[in-house]
C-alpha cells in the first residue's frame, strides 16, 4: 500500500508560482510512475504532469506545458510540481498519483494509488 500526502497548495495571483509536494509513505516508490491530476468544480479529472521511475522521461497536458515542471527525489520519497505563470483556469484541486506499470506513460490515464488533493486557487 502506498499513501500519498500533497501539500504547498494555496492561493496565489495570475502570473505567480506555487510549488506542490507528494510524499509517499508505505513503500519506496523508485519502481513507480508518478503523476499529478487536477479536478476543477464542476469538471472531470484532467492529466497534469507524469514522471517515469528515475525521473528521466516526463510527460504534459499542453495547457502547462512551458508553465509545469514535475521532479521527483526517490531519496525522499517525494514528487514535486513546480507551477509558473499561473493562470486563474489552473484552479483546481491538485492530486497525486502513483502507478506501478512496465508503461511509465500509463500513469497518464490513470494510477494505482491517489492522494487526498491541495486546493490551488488562482486570482485574476
Known amino acids: 500500500q502506498v499513501h500519498l500526502v500533497e501539500s504547498g497548495g494555496g492561493l496565489v495571483q495570475a502570473g505567480g508560482s506555487l510549488s506542490l509536494s507528494c510524499a509517499a509513505s508505505?513503500?519506496?516508490?523508485?519502481?513507480?510512475?508518478m503523476g499529478w491530476f487536477r479536478q476543477a468544480p464542476g469538471k472531470e479529472r484532467e492529466f497534469v504532469a507524469s514522471?517515469?521511475?528515475?525521473?528521466?522521461?516526463?510527460a504534459y497536458a499542453d495547457s502547462v506545458k512551458g508553465r509545469f515542471t514535475i521532479s521527483r527525489d526517490n531519496a525522499k520519497n517525494t514528487v514535486y510540481l513546480q507551477m509558473n505563470s499561473l493562470k486563474p483556469e489552473d484552479t483546481a484541486v491538485y492530486y497525486c498519483?502513483?502507478?506501478?506499470?512496465?508503461?511509465?506513460?500509463?500513469?497518464?490515464?490513470?494510477?494505482?494509488?491517489w492522494g487526498q488533493g491541495t486546493q490551488v486557487t488562482v486570482s485574476s
Open positions: 514522471t517515469s521511475w528515475s525521473g528521466g522521461n516526463t
Open positions: 498519483a502513483a502507478l506501478r506499470s512496465s508503461l511509465w506513460y500509463a500513469v497518464n490515464y490513470g494510477a494505482d494509488y
Open positions: 508505505g513503500r519506496t516508490v523508485s519502481s513507480y510512475a
